[in-house]
C-alpha cells in the first residue's frame, strides 16, 4: 500500500493498494473519498451488480459499497482536496461519466488490453510513490489524470452499444431530457409519469430494467449529484441550495441528504473542504 498524505489536514490525499487472493471488501460506510477497483481475478457482486475479472469499478463521495466475492485486483482512493473532479471537468471529463453517471452502472468489463494499459499506469504510480522524491504530489496526479482519462474514454465508447428496442429509446431519452429540466422543482415519480403519458407503473418498470434504479430513486440521484456538487464548489447556505432545489424546509433538505449519503450537508461539506476551491 501507497499512501499520499494531506499537509493541511493531515488525512489520506492519495492511496493505491493491492488485493491479494480472496481479498473481501464488505465494507459498507460511504467515505469522503472517490474509489476506483480494478479486478484482476475473481468475481463477485456490487450492490445487486455481478461482475467478473477485468472489471472497473467507481465509487463516488459517500457512496456506500460492499463488494462480495474473492478477488484479486488494485484499488485506487483519492480525496477532492487532491484531485477536484468538477475543477478539471474539461481537461478529464470524468464527472459524469466514472463518476456521478446516474443513468449508467458504476462498473465496467474491460478487455484485456484495456485493463493491461491501466495495470500500467498503477504501477507507474506505485514506482513514483515508492520512494520521497521532489514533486511527487504532482506527479501522482499527473498520473492519475491519465488513468482517468483513459478510463472514461472507455467508457464512452460502451455507453451506446447496447440499445434498447421497440419505442423505449424514445421514452428513456424523454424521461432523461425531464429529469434533467425539472428535477430542481418537481420530485414525483408522478409528475414525469403524466408528463410523458405513461402510467407510473410502467415507467417505473422502464427506469429498473434500463437504469438499474426505480424512478423515485433515479431522481433523488440527480438532486443528491447537484447537492454535492454545490456544497462542494460554492460557499452558498445550505438553506438556498435547499430552496434552489426545491425543497421550502431546510430541514428536510438535510433528512433527505442525511438518507442518501450517510452524513448531514454541513458533515459533508466540512469534510470535502470547500474552501480549498471557493
Not at 432545489?245 to 458533515?267: C, I, M, Q, T
Request: aromatic share 12%; hydrophobic share 40%.
Amino acid at each position: 500500500m501507497y499512501t499520499l498524505v494531506s499537509s493541511r489536514t493531515g488525512n489520506m490525499a492519495f492511496r493505491v493498494s493491492r488485493l491479494e487472493e480472496g481479498a473481501l471488501l464488505q465494507e459498507q460506510k460511504g467515505y469522503n473519498y472517490y474509489s476506483i477497483l480494478l479486478v484482476t481475478k475473481g468475481s463477485g457482486q456490487l450492490y445487486e451488480y455481478t461482475f467478473q475479472e477485468n472489471t472497473l469499478l467507481a465509487l463516488g463521495l459517500y457512496q456506500p459499497f460492499q463488494v462480495k466475492g474473492d478477488i484479486e485486483g488494485v484499488l485506487i482512493n483519492f480525496h477532492p482536496d487532491f484531485f477536484c473532479i468538477y475543477q478539471h471537468e474539461e481537461e478529464v471529463a470524468c464527472n459524469g461519466v466514472l463518476f456521478n453517471n446516474i443513468y449508467a452502472l458504476p462498473l465496467m468489463q474491460l478487455q484485456v488490453d484495456e485493463m493491461a494499459s491501466l495495470m500500467n499506469i498503477v504501477r507507474q504510480i506505485e514506482q513514483e510513490m515508492s520512494r520521497p522524491a521532489l514533486a511527487q504530489y504532482e506527479v501522482v496526479m499527473a498520473f492519475l489524470k491519465i488513468f482517468l482519462i483513459n478510463a472514461s474514454r472507455m467508457k464512452l465508447e460502451r455507453q451506446e452499444v447496447v440499445a434498447p428496442v421497440g419505442n423505449e429509446p424514445f421514452i428513456l431519452q424523454s424521461l432523461k431530457d425531464a429529469i434533467e429540466q425539472y428535477y430542481r422543482k418537481e420530485h414525483s415519480p408522478g409528475y414525469y409519469a403524466g408528463l410523458l403519458n405513461i402510467t407510473p407503473k410502467a415507467l417505473n418498470k422502464l427506469s429498473k430494467t434500463h437504469f438499474n434504479r426505480t424512478l423515485g430513486h433515479l431522481i433523488a440521484e440527480r438532486i443528491m449529484t447537484e447537492a454535492k456538487r454545490e456544497l462542494y464548489m460554492t460557499a452558498k447556505p445550505v438553506k438556498r441550495i435547499a430552496f434552489e432545489l426545491g425543497f421550502n424546509d431546510e430541514f428536510y433538505f438535510s433528512r433527505f441528504f442525511k438518507n442518501n449519503a450517510e452524513v448531514s450537508p454541513l458533515v459533508y461539506r466540512e469534510a470535502v473542504g470547500w474552501e480549498n476551491n471557493a
